[in-house]
């Protein structure tokens, strides 16, 4: 059990000691809290930039107008510049109130699985050069721009490397996140990956399934780019999604104010002019399969996906959806299919790659003591229940009749 005493002495000193100083590659520092004002530079630099979607400025700026209103967060982005005044780092916070404490989180919330910043290219190559300390500097220095305004940081779900190079901020007072990243590198044909990752058997029992599903009723693969084909979709996806939580005893999540409006007007600007992919499998004229993806680069994010548990399931409609999504990306040359965070068994056959996740928490007055505990206690509660599979499955019981009352 955590303690207060304890708490402090984990993150001490609680007064970073470091002034909000140029550090050896950033000049300056700036404080942006009208994210209009820096969208037009900010949309040319990710451009090029080493980073993830989910701190793109159509992604973070959509957050805000939506969840983050409901939240009352206030855009806290910080930009980094070179001595000639180039744009070398963005980095989207935010602030909002939380046990009486001013908290300082990467925009985006439980809606971003990787939060970090933006950087030029090179900057993050060229900082792991600098030496041991250069990384924690940097930090140190972003963190001191908030003295007096701040009582703690919570940094979550924040990659170990970015681009290939190491996240400074995955190393700052960090403890390993509960649950991985997991990626696939699909190469440049469909039927090469797939046969390396399904052998004959397998990829006879899929097609099996397939046709069974084709003969029980008039099967249609939908990827959406239209409102009126987006909107049914999106439905089907969040009931879905709450029948599939409900069953685990999760809360849904999008009963929470300002999420769904998130998750459609996203959807509503389809790549490759937005980030979204919104894809369906129909049969019989029902949405038995759906996906709300997010593309950037060379990289396709499969963040939200579900399924009918109806009489098509036995026919596996979510496994057939994931096959297209990853033939679709290859046809586009998009080549790494990204399962995000969470340790599901399945990723599992599909993944080469996998990344520990970190989180941080910094105290900086001791007002901040209270909910630095709350976060460092729930951190290892989680930790060890998802440790323990006897823990694992007592815990999903407890969920389970707490959801049906019983």
């Not at 908290?103 to 985006?108: E, P, Q, S, T």
């Not at 809606?111 to 900082?127: K, M, R, T």
């Not at 129909?282 to 994010?301: E, K, M, P, S, T």
Request: aromatic fraction near 10%.
């Amino acid at each position: 059990m955590l303690t207060v005493a304890r708490d402090v002495e984990a993150v001490a000193p609680m007064i970073d000691p470091v002034a909000a100083a140029p550090t050896a590659r950033v000049a300056s520092f700036e404080i942006a809290i009208d994210l209009a004002a820096v969208a037009a530079e900010w949309r040319d630099f990710e451009r090029t930039a080493a980073g993830h979607v989910f701190q793109s400025c159509d992604f973070v700026s959509t957050w805000l107008a939506t969840v983050g209103a409901a939240r009352s967060v206030a855009p806290q982005i910080v930009l980094g510049r070179a001595r000639d005044g180039t744009l070398v780092a963005i980095l989207p916070f935010g602030m909002t109130r939380c046990m009486g404490a001013r908290l300082l989180a990467w925009l985006g919330g439980e809606h971003a699985d990787y939060h970090c910043g933006l950087y030029a290219p090179g900057f993050l190559e060229g900082l792991a050069t600098d030496g041991d300390d250069a990384g924690p500097a940097f930090v140190r220095s972003v963190v001191a721009l908030f003295r007096g305004r701040i009582d703690i940081a919570h940094f979550q779900r924040q990659p170990t490397m970015i681009g290939g190079a190491p996240n400074p901020f995955a190393t700052y007072r960090a403890v390993p996140y509960s649950a991985k990243s997991h990626l696939t590198r699909l190469g440049d044909s469909w039927e090469t990956y797939y046969r390396s990752k399904r052998n004959s058997s397998s990829r006879r029992h899929d097609r099996l399934k397939w046709q069974k599903l084709g003969a029980s009723a008039p099967v249609e693969i939908v990827d959406a780019r239209t409102p009126e084909e987006i909107e049914p979709i999106l439905a089907a996806m969040f009931a879905q999604k709450k029948a599939s939580l409900s069953a685990r005893g999760v809360p849904d999540m999008f009963a929470c104010a300002g999420v769904p409006e998130f998750y459609r007007e996203i959807a509503r600007r389809p790549w490759p002019e937005g980030m979204s992919h919104v894809a369906a499998i129909r049969a019989g004229g029902d949405i038995v399969a759906a996906n709300w993806g997010l593309v950037r680069g060379d990289r396709y994010y499969y963040v939200m996906t579900s399924y009918c548990p109806g009489r098509f399931a036995v026919y596996s409609p979510g496994r057939a959806l994931m096959y297209h999504l990853m033939a679709w990306a290859i046809e586009r040359g998009i080549r790494i299919f990204d399962f995000t965070v969470g340790d599901e068994d399945y990723k599992g056959q599909w993944c080469e790659e996998m990344m520990t996740m970190h989180d941080s928490v910094v105290v900086l007055t001791p007002r901040g003591l209270p909910l630095g505990a709350t976060f460092r206690a729930l951190k290892l509660a989680k930790r060890v229940i998802k440790a323990s599979p006897r823990l694992n499955r007592a815990v999903g019981q407890v969920r389970r009749r707490l959801a049906v009352g019983v």
